[in-house]
């Protein structure tokens, strides 16, 4: 059912490994709209670069990050894998949209002053410009639809304010070039995943974060069972046994992260899960959470193994993306020349 009109295109930075929430949150999700989309999917590793970065650790990570979506079964094939600096339009596209986007807006991201912190002035020119270059991301392609985390929902919101003030500030050249009333479809976000806020095991009012000291705050997709079992054992939990309707989960923020990520797992329901640990303590629920999430995750983690073994797939894969990518970017990154006037 693929059309050429629809196009998903989706960005998961190489910083770290991937995490449970990352798992549940997007990737779930990437693999499911390969059935019906024509996919993008990028390790955004200019993104990355807005913090330092240690260079060996950043091209680990890159090659980490794509091994971890040909683990979880997005197909290659069938789907554009790769990673953002090998297709230079991203950041000639940015540019472009660096003259559309406005200072307020970026100062306005919630992400950019949580990252940037007390020390505004000293962060550096790429982290306030992050969301411009996610836009160009999305855009290059003229994507329609953008599974992300719901932390991403303000960059999205963002992309389609630039998409829709470059349409208009340029519609004229637009309609004289022929390329209809707008050149930019306004990008979807698409935020429901199987579990779309996963949060930390030993805070269940923080998101899982690759960026908690605490590696038992989360589950890592290159975890071993047996660190899964430690983890989910140690996770923070209350004194109360388990409510048996979903009701009385309100209040008990990691009760209610452990049985949601129960139900992502497992594919049942919250309620269903309750039904039938309700009235019981946690250990008897945790046990059986090991269990599901080591049938669930294994698998994954061998397969990366197996894929990191070849260091040379990878890389293979990640330039055989980017040079379909590219031939997609260089055709639109043309059709923005002719529109803002630049020879060619
Ligand atoms: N900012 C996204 C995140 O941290 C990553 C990203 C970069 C992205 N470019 C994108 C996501 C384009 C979707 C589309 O999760």
Redesign the pocket.
């Known amino acids: 059912m693929t059309t050429s009109l629809q196009r998903v295109?989706?960005?998961?930075?190489s910083t770290g490994n991937l995490h449970l929430g990352n798992y549940l949150g997007a990737i779930v999700k990437f693999v499911e709209l390969q059935k019906s989309f024509e996919c993008l999917y990028?390790v955004?590793d200019l993104?990355a670069i807005t913090v330092p970065q240690n260079p060996t650790e950043l091209r680990n990570n890159t090659r980490e990050i794509a091994a971890a979506f040909l683990a979880c079964g997005i197909d290659p094939k069938k789907n554009i894998v790769f990673n953002q600096s090998q297709v230079p339009e991203h950041a000639e596209l940015a540019w472009v949209l660096n003259c559309v986007a406005r200072i307020g807006w970026l100062n306005r991201m919630t992400q950019f002053k949580d990252k940037a912190g007390k020390d505004r002035e000293n962060a550096s020119v790429g982290l306030l410009d992050y969301p411009v270059l996610?836009a160009a991301?999305?855009l290059i392609y003229r994507a329609t639809h953008?599974p992300?985390?719901d932390d991403?929902k303000q960059?999205l919101e963002l992309a389609r304010d630039i998409a829709q003030k470059f349409n208009n500030d340029f519609s004229e050249s637009i309609s004289r070039n022929s390329f209809g009333e707008a050149f930019f479809p306004l990008p979807e976000p698409l935020i429901s995943g199987p579990a779309t806020r996963v949060m930390s095991l030993r805070d269940g009012t923080k998101k899982m974060s690759k960026s908690d000291i605490s590696d038992y705050s989360r589950i890592n997709l290159a975890d071993d069972a047996d660190q899964i079992a430690q983890k989910v054992r140690k996770a923070k939990t209350d004194p109360e046994p388990l409510p048996s309707e979903e009701k009385g989960l309100e209040g008990r923020p990691e009760a209610d992260n452990l049985v949601g990520i129960f139900a992502a797992l497992s594919g049942r329901t919250k309620a269903d899960i309750l039904s039938e640990f309700g009235g019981t303590n946690f250990s008897n629920f945790k046990n059986a959470l090991v269990d599901v999430a080591v049938a669930k995750l294994a698998p994954i983690t061998a397969r990366m193994r197996e894929i990191r073994a070849d260091e040379t797939y990878v890389d293979t894969i990640l330039r055989d993306g980017s040079e379909r990518a590219r031939s997609i970017a260089r055709e639109n990154m043309n059709a923005v020349k002719d529109i803002v006037g630049f020879l060619r």
């Open positions: 295109f989706s960005g998961v930075q990028c955004v993104h996610m991301d999305i953008v992300v985390g991403q960059h």
